[in-house]
C-alpha cells in the first residue's frame, strides 16, 4: 500500500526557507488521478492545505501561502518537496504531506486528501 513520510530539519531560523521531502512508497508519484499535498497544522490551531502537485508535475496553491510557496517533485527519487520562504514564527506547525486522488463522477468533481504522513513538527525560532 502507499506510504508517505516526511522528512527535513526540525528547527529553522527567522527569515530562512523551510524545506522538506516527502517520499512516496508503494506507488508512483506519476499515477493518474492523483495530486500530492502538503498541509499543515500550527499548534492549537486547525488544518491549513497549503498547496498540491499533480500527476503532470502541475502545482496549485492556497492564496495565503502562494507567494512564498514551492512544490516541486522529483519522479526519480519519487519525492516531492515542500519549500517555504521568508518563515516566521507563525510559521511554526506540523507539516504533513499526503496524497489527493480525484475523480469525476457524472458531472460532479471529486477531490479528497487519502492518505497521509505522520507528520514532522517545524519550529521557527533564533
Known amino acids: 500500500q502507499v506510504q508517505l513520510q516526511e522528512s527535513g530539519p526540525g528547527l529553522v531560523k527567522p527569515s530562512q526557507t523551510l524545506s522538506l521531502t516527502c517520499t512516496v512508497s508503494?506507488?508512483?508519484?506519476?499515477?493518474?488521478?492523483?495530486?500530492w499535498a502538503w498541509i499543515r497544522q500550527p499548534p492549537g490551531k486547525g488544518l491549513e492545505w497549503m498547496g498540491s502537485?499533480?500527476?503532470?508535475?502541475?502545482?496549485f496553491y492556497s492564496p495565503p501561502f502562494k507567494s512564498r510557496t514551492s512544490i516541486s517533485r522529483d519522479t526519480s527519487k519519487n519525492q516531492f518537496t515542500l519549500q517555504l520562504s521568508s518563515v516566521t514564527p507563525e510559521d511554526t506547525a506540523v507539516y504533513y504531506c499526503?496524497?489527493?486522488?480525484?475523480?469525476?463522477?457524472?458531472?460532479?468533481?471529486?477531490?479528497?486528501?487519502?492518505?497521509w504522513g505522520q507528520g514532522t513538527l517545524v519550529t521557527v525560532s533564533s
Open positions: 499526503a496524497s489527493e486522488p480525484f475523480y469525476f463522477s457524472g458531472s460532479r468533481y471529486y477531490r479528497y486528501l487519502e492518505l
Open positions: 502537485i499533480d500527476d503532470f508535475g502541475l502545482t
Open positions: 508503494g506507488g508512483s508519484i506519476t499515477m493518474n488521478n492523483y495530486y
